[in-house]
């Protein structure tokens, strides 16, 4: 299961609850979402955090708190 690039457009989004979608990636656009507080992930794949680990990385710098 994948996210569409368009999720990056929701700029004004604070909470995004992604927990138990079976998501195998994250597109880099997730980073445009600059009003995002908190990321949601828990129950997917361990291989997601593999690929996404740049994009959660820089979240993280901005104080997004991401729940694995």
């Given at each position: 299961t994948?996210?569409?690039d368009s999720i990056g457009n929701l700029s004004a989004l604070e909470q995004l609850n992604l927990g138990d979608n079976q998501l195998t990636a994250?597109?880099?656009s997730?980073?445009?979402l600059s009003a995002l507080k908190s990321l949601?992930?828990?129950?997917?794949p361990p291989k997601l955090y593999k690929q996404a680990k740049s994009?959660?990385?820089?979240?993280s710098?901005?104080?997004v708190?991401?729940?694995k």
């Open positions: 994948a996210l569409p994250l597109p880099d997730i980073g445009n949601y992930l828990s129950g997917n994009v959660l990385d820089k979240l710098a901005r104080g708190i991401v729940y």
